[in-house]
DNA sequence: GTGGTCACGTTACCGACGGTAACACCTCGC
DNA sequence: GCGAGGTGTTACCGTCGGTAACGTGACCAC
């Protein structure tokens, strides 16, 4: 048949999605397939022909990034470790990930959204709902949430993506933020350090009567 | 000189921000400015005659519908209650209003960032980041976070929003979960219920040592 | 060799978009 | 009557995502 053709064809596939990648590198999320083709050397019908349509390419380029990604984290969740050592592992990885390669990250987790018309109502870009994913199973797997567990987890596992979605996007443009600083600031949270800490003497205005951290 | 005219300007500017308001709902976020003008019975120019390009209605329309909710976000913060009920109080806010108009919701909270080319980091739209600038400063003057609470607020302010808005999300495209139920869920997690609870007795792969919730 | 096929590559185009230039009208103050 | 300044229009530009149509070379059957 034409097993040198699909060799072939991969190849060239890796080549574009390498070029692909080199021009978001540079120019962010919002490059142009005209941009991507200029820098493969070739004109924009051999993109459409290898990725369909730029949600394609941009999805190809997604999975190959977000698999490794996907994996470290996949990793760190099934860590032996003590529950706060694994939660600071899985943040630092992937602060980790995001700072090494920032305009990669972007595109991962910040889209074009004009490529993806098709989930009308997704706010987290496909890379960071497979992590949210990952995490409710996790979730659900490792701890006991009573009954409705499985709603808890799921929810939990969309909230503390967007958590670290939010708060990695702020740190990446802090400067002398150290990451790992940053990992200790994001798990004092989903520790309940906010809700235990003590009133601010200064406060005027508030009532205060903090719960304990919960029955 | 134009005191009529002034009064004219703000009338039809309310009333073409009313007029693209009814697109966005109907259309959502990545409505054209055709469109737009189609339904304000007009053409395009006069739209950028207005607003100046497309970036400038949707401030327009992002302040006018981001101020009440701004508005209402602001008081819950400086509402007497204990921590735990104003937390509950601010969150319940955000869903309430999401809740009631998902469609311009989505405008305020996923513009299309082909408008927004300027900021080139901006994961939180506009109205997201005035929010997580408002918990921050409710964070850094109520609560005693130590020496370095002015950036331990700031990220929190940042992570907590992408957690709201994430879960936000999330549970828009629930069934039957009612609006109090996330509340809990969402204040639960701040409240370290996620690094409390108890092991999973089935759970496996992990040796625990769950800490405190911090010291 | 000749003809057919098939993938690779091109140029040239389409429709939609954001944005703008140029022009027409209408209504004032004088 | 007549200019000024507002409102509105049509018609256009450049760019984008995407596609149709065409050319070219390798390979294979005969």
Redesign the pocket.
Same mark, same amino acid.
């Given at each position: 048949m034409?097993s040198p $053709?699909r060799a $072939? /064809?991969a190849d /060239?596939r890796e080549e574009l999605l390498d070029a692909a990648d080199r021009v978001i590198r540079r120019e962010g999320p919002r490059a *142009?397939?005209? &941009?991507i083709a200029a820098e493969a %050397? !070739?004109?924009?019908? !051999?993109l459409? /022909?290898h990725f %369909? $349509?730029?949600?394609g390419l941009y999805r190809a380029l997604a999975e190959r990034h977000s698999s490794t990604l996907l994996t470290r984290i996949h990793e760190a969740l099934e860590a032996p470790l003590g529950r706060r050592e694994l939660v600071e592992n899985v943040i630092d990885t992937y602060l980790a990930s995001i700072e090494s390669a920032p305009q990669v990250y972007r595109f991962l987790a910040h889209p074009d959204p &004009? *490529?993806e018309g098709l989930s009308p109502a997704g706010p987290l870009a496909p890379t960071l709902q497979a992590i949210a994913t990952e995490l409710s199973a996790a979730i659900a797997g490792q701890i006991d949430l009573g009954p409705d567990r499985a709603l808890l987890a799921e929810a939990w596992g969309q909230a503390i993506t967007g958590m670290v979605l939010a708060g990695g996007d702020w740190w990446l443009e802090q400067r002398d933020y150290p990451r790992e600083r940053m990992v200790q600031t994001l798990a004092d949270l989903l520790w309940g350090r906010l809700a235990a800490a003590a009133d601010n003497p200064a406060a005027t205005n508030n009532h205060n009567g903090t719960h304990a951290t919960d029955g």
């Open positions: 034409s $053709d $072939d /064809r /060239r *142009s397939m005209n &941009a %050397g !070739i004109t924009k019908p !051999i459409y /022909r %369909g $349509d730029k949600n &004009a *490529s």
